[in-house]
Nanobody, 115 residues
Framework: QVQLVESGGGFVQAGGSLRLSCATS????????MAWYRQAPGEKRELVAL???????NVEDSVKGRFTISRHNANNTVILQMTSLKVDDTGVYFC?????????WGSGTLVTVSS
């Protein structure tokens, strides 16, 4: 059974920072694209950032320059470093592993940014 274990969500004031972690097994981490999605209340789930097994990454325009995605190979963990947080960044953040038509999801971690 594939597990994606997220941690690091919480409450922060606008302008602050949070660090989200997603840990999984080596068989997933080494062969799947790993990504972070978020879902604001009443909105659709949207891609935030993605990193491939080779380390190349993409970050959505809405968070570019503020969020960074990285891989920590030693412990099969993907990190989303979030800085200069805005109220609009509030939502549940989900870790995703994708390979073709196969998707695995974490249960999500809540990020709340107050003004």
């Amino acid at each position: 059974q594939v597990q994606l274990v997220e941690s690091g969500g919480g409450f922060v004031q606008a302008g602050g920072s949070l660090r989200l972690s997603c840990a999984t097994s080596g068989s997933i981490f080494n062969y799947y694209n790993m990504a972070w999605y978020r879902q604001a209340p009443g909105e659709k789930r949207e891609l935030v950032a993605l990193i491939r097994p080779d380390g190349t990454a993409n970050v959505e325009d809405s968070v570019k320059g503020r969020f960074t995605i990285s891989r920590h190979n030693a412990n099969n963990t993907v990190i989303l470093q979030m800085t200069s947080l805005k109220v609009d960044d509030t939502g549940v953040y989900f870790c995703n592993a994708n390979r073709g038509v196969v998707d695995f999801w974490g249960s999500g971690t809540l990020v709340t940014v107050s003004s």
